[in-house]
């Protein structure tokens, strides 16, 4: 059965740091398009960052230059290196995959930054 399961939220200070991890079980890890989600609420969810199996990435503009997504096939594992965090960065993140035509979800973590 697949799962994505994300880890790493809290409450933060603004101007800190937080890193969130994502574990998946599904196969093909490798070569799945990974990515992190985050609704605020009362908002949509927005995509925040991507990176290919090929381990290219892709930003939101608000993000850009702060956040870092990264993986590692070895640990089945996509992380998100969130930097310089905002109160407007508060949100529940939700880690994605689509992998060979499918779509998964996780259960989300919420990160709340305090001005």
């Known amino acids: 059965q697949v799962q994505l399961v994300e880890s790493g939220g809290g409450l933060v200070q603004a101007g800190g740091s937080l890193r969130l991890s994502c574990a998946a079980s599904i196969t093909r890890f490798s070569i799945a398009d990974m990515r992190w989600y985050r609704q605020a609420p009362g908002k949509q969810r927005d995509l925040v960052a991507t990176i290919a199996g090929s381990g290219s990435t892709n930003y939101a503009d608000d993000v850009k230059g702060r956040f870092t997504i990264s993986r590692d096939n070895a640990k089945n594992t996509v992380y998100l290196q969130m930097n310089s965090l905002k109160p407007e960065d508060t949100a529940v993140y939700y880690c994605?995959?689509?992998?060979?035509?499918?779509?998964?979800w996780g259960k989300g973590t919420l990160v709340t930054v305090s001005s």
């Open positions: 994605n995959a689509g992998v060979l035509g499918m779509d998964f």
